[in-house]
């Protein structure tokens, strides 16, 4: 949007041209790797939260961000934890998936190429986002009850004699980077009473940037997950 924005600028008011594309890629190339060297690896032998993994899906929501529902790739329903005092998580056929989320996982291949390995060890959900600036975030599992945070946006291809030739051989359709310009983000769960409904999940907290403050700005401080979180997301 912000490369069409600035063409048409130029157009209106006869300005030398500029190469906006090439500047939005160098853009997006340089928060990935200010990003890259800003994250701290995830532990060898992380910790699993605090509920499995499966309790963490579901919807969630913040008056403003809206409602995301967080959707979990296959891979992690049959994920065994090396540890012996930690329960195997349910099988796939106990975690039957809602009609979106069926959908969306189905559609990352095509919509965010590169962005899921379902053979990865890692724990990821993804969520749709309704915003002009996210079209979907992936929460990756970090340790404990944090996750690494990313967000994205995913925009078609418009020139298909530009489009890309994945492994598969077919051609990519969509075009798809990470827009939280290397701000290293952390989700962290809350919980309350873990017998309830919802696994004791309450809600998660949103840290590391993802409100837009400026740089140097303190975030929140507290003694809970929703007090020191920039943003909160009830679970509902």
């Known amino acids: 949007m912000e ?3 600035w063409r048409i600028v130029d157009e209106l008011f006869s300005l ?3 190469d906006w594309n090439s500047r939005a890629k160098q853009r997006v190339t340089e928060a990935y790797e200010k990003r890259s060297r800003q994250l701290i690896p995830r532990p060898d032998d992380p910790t699993p939260p605090s509920v499995p ?3 963490l899906a579901g919807t969630y929501q913040h008056p403003a961000y809206g409602t995301l529902e967080l959707c ?3 891979s992690i329903v049959s994920l065994k934890w090396t540890k012996s ?3 195997t998580l349910p099988t796939e056929s106990a975690f039957p998936m809602t009609a979106s989320c069926e959908r969306l996982i189905d559609e990352i291949p095509t919509r965010l190429p590169g962005t899921a390995n379902t053979s990865d060890a890692v724990p990821t959900f993804f969520a749709y986002m309704d915003s002009t600036w996210l079209s979907h975030v992936r929460l990756q599992h970090f340790d404990g009850n944090l ?3 990313s967000g994205f946006i995913s925009l078609p291809i418009i020139d298909a004699s530009k489009s890309v030739q994945t492994k598969t051989k077919e051609k990519q359709r969509y075009w798809v980077y990470d827009a939280m310009d290397g701000a290293p983000s952390t989700v962290e769960f809350a919980f309350g009473q873990l017998d309830d409904i919802q696994g004791g999940v309450t809600g998660f907290g ?5 409100w837009g403050a400026a ?3 303190e975030g929140p401080e507290g003694e809970t997950v929703q007090q020191r979180a920039e943003v909160w997301f009830d679970r509902v």
């Open 53 to 55: 993994f499966t309790s």
């Open 16 to 18: 030398r041209p500029i």
């Open 85 to 87: 005092s930690e329960s």
């Open 147 to 149: 996750f690494n945070v």
């Open 72 to 74: 979990a790739l296959p």
């Open 206 to 210: 949103v840290t590391g940037g993802f």
């Open 215 to 217: 740089e140097g700005v």
């Open 3 to 5: 490369i069409i924005k």
